[in-house]
Each structure stands twice: as C-alpha cells, then as structure tokens.
C-alpha cells in the first residue's frame, strides 16, 4: 500500500541539528571546507533540500590526515591506557544510545529508511559494535615463541609479538546504513589506537557528522577522528591515494573497490580492506518450514529495501514448492507499506537518491524486456519521492543482468531448481561472495551446504543475522578483509615480532 498521509515531523531538537551549516571536523575544530563550497542533501521522501554540507576535496583531506598524523604519533591519544581507550569508546556508546530518536529521525531523513526500523536495528547495531569493541582494548595480545636458530645453536633468546595500531587509517562508507558503516568502521580504528580520517556518503552525511559531535563531547583527543564530507571522485580518491595514509577501509560497490586498490597500489601500498557488492542466494529446499522460509525470503530482499549488500535477491526454490513460495512472498510484498520512513507506518522507504531508483528501474526494465515478468512490482512507485515497488521477478534466464548483478534494490529474482545437489553449484554461480542461506529442516544438509557455499557469511534457517562479535565479509569480488567480530581488529594492527638474545 502507498501511504498518503503527512509524516510526522521530526522533533524540535533532531531539526536544530539538522538545520545547522554542516562543517567538517578536522583536528578537533569544526571548519568549512577550504574552498568555502558545500553541496546540498536531501530528503529522498520528499525530494526536498534537508541539508547543506561543507564540500571538502583534496585540500581538505590533507588537513585531516595531517591532523590524523599528529594526533597518532603525539599528544593524548598515543599515551592513553588500552583502558582509558575502551572507557572512551564505552562512553560514545552510552551517548549514542541516549540519542537513538534522535539518530533514528536523522536517519530516516537523510536516507529513507522506516525510522521504527533506525531505532530497532541500526542505531542499537551501532551501540552494541562499540561496546564490542571497547572491550577488546585490553585484549590485544601478542604470543611468546620459542624459536630455535639453526646456525645458532648455543644461544639463547626471549621472542614475542606486539600487536600496535596499523597508523593513520582513511574510511570510505556509502549510503545504506550511514551511521552503522561508521561504526563499524571507528569501532576497530579506535580500539587499536588507530587515527581516522572519514569520508561519508555525499547522500547521507548527516548521522556521521552527528557523531562527530558525540565524539567530540565524549572526550577523544582531537585529531583521533577527523571527518570529511565531501564527493568520492574528489574527497575520496584524494583520501585512498594519500601518500600518509597506512590503511583504506572502503565499503561500496565493487567498481569503486577496485579503483581503491589501484590508488592505494600506486601511492604508497597502503593495507587495504574493502567490503562489496553482493548478489546473495537464498535457498529454499524441499523440506524447509515454509512459514519461516517465506517470511525470511521477504525479509532478506526487502529489508532496507534492498540497499543491502548481502539482500537475498536470487531466491531459488524447489520446483515442488515455487508457486506457493513465490506468491507468499508477494504477499509479504503487497503488504509493505510505501511511504516516508518518518511515518510509524512505514514498512520501506524511498530509494536513497534518484540516481539509485533510475538505477533500480533500469535493471527491472532490462530485465523485462528481455522476458523476465514481475509477479509483484516491477516499476517506481505512482507517488513524490524516489520510491520502487517491492519486486519479485520470475522466467528470468542466467546471463540476465537482474540475475548477474547487483541491483541494490527491493527486486528478487525467484528461480525454480530441480535437484538439491545441483542447486549450491548455481548459487555459487557469481562473482560475487558475501552472504548466502538455506532453508530446511534437515540439520545435518544445512551445515553440509552451508560449508559448500562460498560466502562470507552463511544463514541456516534465517537471514540478515549481525552481532558484533560475528565477523563480515566478502569471498571472490564481495570483498577483502572482514568487519566486525575480532577478525577486524587483526586488519588494524601490525604484529611486530621483537627477540632478544639473553
Ligand atoms: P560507491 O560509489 O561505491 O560509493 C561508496 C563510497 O565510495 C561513497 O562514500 C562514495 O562517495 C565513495 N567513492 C565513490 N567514488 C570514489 C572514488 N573514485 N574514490 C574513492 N571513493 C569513492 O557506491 P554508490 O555510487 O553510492 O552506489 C552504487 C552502487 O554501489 C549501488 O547501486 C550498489 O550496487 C553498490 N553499493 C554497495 C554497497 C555495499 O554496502 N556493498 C553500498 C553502497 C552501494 P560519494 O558518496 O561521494 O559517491
Ligand atoms: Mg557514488
């Protein structure tokens, strides 16, 4: 259903943040970018100027890193305690979850999504990861090895590991989970000791900026985040190619991943980590709980509506069992209320931008016209804002592009299979490899598939499961490295293995 209906505003103080002029923060000082120019955001509900924030390019990111530098090398961040860290990151969890409506309107403001749903999932997500995290300043451990030289083999040594912050780490995060991808991303930096430099989405900047005020209150030294608003081909590009910067951390599409690598290659090597596109299959065998399996396909292609890198958006079936899987999804689908996420009523928002609903309405268009058919959907939604109806696709064919690529939309591609042997073949069919899940009830074939499929992360019997402590990522072209869980904080240290001869 479209919902009509005004949207309730947001409150009087989530409006006073977001009608501030948004400035950069670079060395602990809010500042305009040095060119003076900004950009304007908006509200994809409504296609509304919400915000103007500061442009900031190279000279920007410059500052920053050499604030980054500083603040990494001397000053208070270097001489804290693994403690003092964790306390410090302790408290922006407990400041961020007294704000969560507060984050939550933001959210839902700057990036479409149902603001039930920003308090429910994102904005906890991100309380939790810091916590995660914080815990983990005091357990960064090193080992002690007991070596044996053999062309010294009278002497003695003592070896062991240190494990010390990677350095100066620049982040690149998109659009999706805004506040979500900079936790995940500050999280590890600043348990480590790490130095950052942010670069948020140019469509959704807003949450981010938010934070950087709660980091400011919350104490950090100035310098330990510096945060740029900006564009990704300028403040980007300037960020991953930075001959001062130890590491990129990067979140987006797999086309811009690559163009990190090439500009980190040629700069200075920096360490690279980078979480990508996905195209997820979901597997519903013959003998799965429909009544979960149904509800869980809707939920891993339309949660977020689709602006997920791990959506389930190829749904393959069991032939005994395809039309009524397919028509209990597009129940689910009929069922979801389109409209501005400010509304309590809203079950899935406006695309994030006009370029993502012509993107999304391009792969649908594609896909019909080459004989694919929308059993739900399959067009942009008859009302203001950047809005695409919940999609399922079927007769669609393998070389298809709805089939190949990522469209980062609410459209699943539902495909029929035969026999359960062949189907985890197909699934791993992709260049891609982050996430991936099977239904049944059979729990020793669900652990046999689930080693068999080739994804970072694997669901049996749910979907879109993330905890902290669970690492994230990509096999093949979804990524490299891993967010979250402590597998991420091994990809912000160095290990230096120190031995003394006694
Ligand atoms: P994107 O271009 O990959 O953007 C991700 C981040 O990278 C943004 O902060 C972006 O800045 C920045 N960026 C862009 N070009 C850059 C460059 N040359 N050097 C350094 N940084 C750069 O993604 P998008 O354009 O927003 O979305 C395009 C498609 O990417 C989507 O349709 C979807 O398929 C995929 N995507 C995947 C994820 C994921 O989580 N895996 C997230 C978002 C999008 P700007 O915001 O200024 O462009
Ligand atoms: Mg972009």
């Not at 994030?352 to 080459?370: F, P």
Request: glycine share 10%; net charge negative.
């Amino acid at each position: 259903m479209i919902l009509t209906a005004e949207a309730p505003a947001a409150r009087k103080e989530t409006m006073a943040f977001i009608d501030q002029q948004h400035q950069l923060l670079i060395d602990g000082q809010w500042q305009p970018a040095a060119s003076g120019k900004t950009f304007e955001v908006k509200n994809p509900a409504n296609e509304q100027t919400l915000a103007q924030v500061a442009e900031g390019d190279r000279a920007d990111i410059d500052l920053a890193v050499k604030a980054a530098r500083r603040a990494f090398e001397s000053g208070p961040w270097p001489q804290m305690t693994p403690s003092q860290r964790g306390q410090l990151i302790w408290k922006l969890a407990d400041m961020l979850e007294q704000n969560v409506e507060e984050f939550a309107e933001i959210e839902s403001l700057d990036n479409g999504k149902p603001k039930v749903v920003a308090a429910a999932a994102d904005i906890p997500l991100a309380v939790d990861l810091f916590r995660y995290m914080a815990g983990w300043t005091t357990k960064l451990e090193g080992n002690t090895l007991p070596i044996s030289v053999p062309y010294l083999p009278d002497a003695e040594f003592h070896s062991f590991t240190l494990r010390e912050p990677v350095g100066v780490v620049g982040q690149i995060i998109p659009w999706n989970f805004p506040l979500l991808m900079a936790a995940w991303k500050l999280g590890p930096a600043l348990a480590t000791g790490c130095t950052v430099v942010l670069k948020v989405a140019e469509e959704t900047p807003l949450s981010a900026l938010r934070l950087g005020h709660l980091i400011q209150e919350a104490g950090f030294p100035p310098g330990v985040v510096n945060i740029v608003t900006g564009f990704g081909e300028t403040a980007g590009a300037a960020l991953a190619a930075h001959p001062d910067v130890d590491k990129v951390a990067f979140t987006g599409s797999t086309e811009v991943g690559k163009l990190i690598v090439k500009a980190a290659g040629e700069s200075n090597l920096k360490k690279v980590t980078l979480e990508l596109g996905g195209k997820s299959p979901n597997i519903v065998l013959p003998d799965a709980d429909l009544s979960a399996a149904i509800p869980g396909a809707a939920n891993a292609i339309f949660f977020n509506h689709g602006q997920c890198c791990c959506a389930g958006s190829r749904l393959f079936v069991h032939q005994s069992q395809f039309d009524e899987v397919v028509e209990g999804v597009a129940e689910q689908a009929r069922q979801i209320n389109l409209g501005p996420g400010m509304d309590p009523q809203c079950g899935m928002g406006p695309m994030v931008s006009q370029i993502q609903q012509e993107r999304v309405c391009g792969y649908m268009d594609a896909g019909l016209n080459a004989g694919a058919q929308a059993v739900v959907g399959g067009k942009r939604a008859d009302r203001d804002g950047y809005f695409v109806e919940p999609t399922i696709l079927v007769n669609t064919q393998p070389e298809m592009s709805v089939i190949q690529e990522e469209i980062f939309g609410p459209v699943v591609a539902a495909v029929p299979f035969d026999d359960p042997e062949q189907i985890v073949a197909e699934a791993n069919d992709s260049i891609y490899g982050l996430a991936a899940a099977v239904w049944t009830r059979d729990i020793s074939r669900g652990h046999k598939i689930a080693k068999r499929l080739r994804a970072g992360n694997v669901w049996v019997n749910c979907y879109n499961i993330f905890d902290a402590a669970l690492p994230f990522g990509g096999y093949k072209q979804s990524g490299w490295g891993r967010e979250m869980g402590h597998a991420a904080l091994d990809l912000y240290t160095e290990t230096k293995a120190v031995t003394v001869q006694l």
